[in-house]
Nanobody, 115 residues
Framework: QVHLVESEGGLVQAGESLRLSCAAS????????MGWYRQPPGKQRELVAT???????NYALSVKGRFTISRDNAKNTVYLQMNSLKPEDTAVYYC?????????WGQGTQVAVSS
């Protein structure tokens, strides 16, 4: 079993920053790409950013230049630095980890951005 534990999100004002973290534990032999997805109110879950074990990154166009994904392989932890937050970034953010042939999800953490 793989466990993903996300840090708390929060309520911030537009223009502010927030950093999320997600630590993987359990049966994580073969841990590969990790990433962040989000689900805005009333919408489907969407990709935010992913990062391979080697550090290659991929971002949604809506966050490129504002968000930075990184990881610490020694700690099996992925981070999401979110700068210049906008109200449209309001969503539940989910951590994702690919382990061998399966995908695992965190419980989700709420990020709310007020205008």
């Amino acid at each position: 079993q793989v466990h993903l534990v996300e840090s708390e999100g929060g309520l911030v004002q537009a223009g502010e920053s927030l950093r999320l973290s997600c630590a993987a534990s359990g049966s994580i032999f073969g841990l590969g790409a990790m990433g962040w997805y989000r689900q805005p109110p009333g919408k489907q879950r969407e990709l935010v950013a992913t990062i391979t074990r080697g550090g290659s990154t991929n971002y949604a166009l809506s966050v490129k230049g504002r968000f930075t994904i990184s990881r610490d392989n020694a700690k099996n932890t992925v981070y999401l630095q979110m700068n210049s937050l906008k109200p449209e970034d309001t969503a539940v953010y989910y951590c994702n980890a690919h382990v061998l042939f399966d995908d695992y999800w965190g419980q989700g953490t709420q990020v709310a951005v007020s205008s």
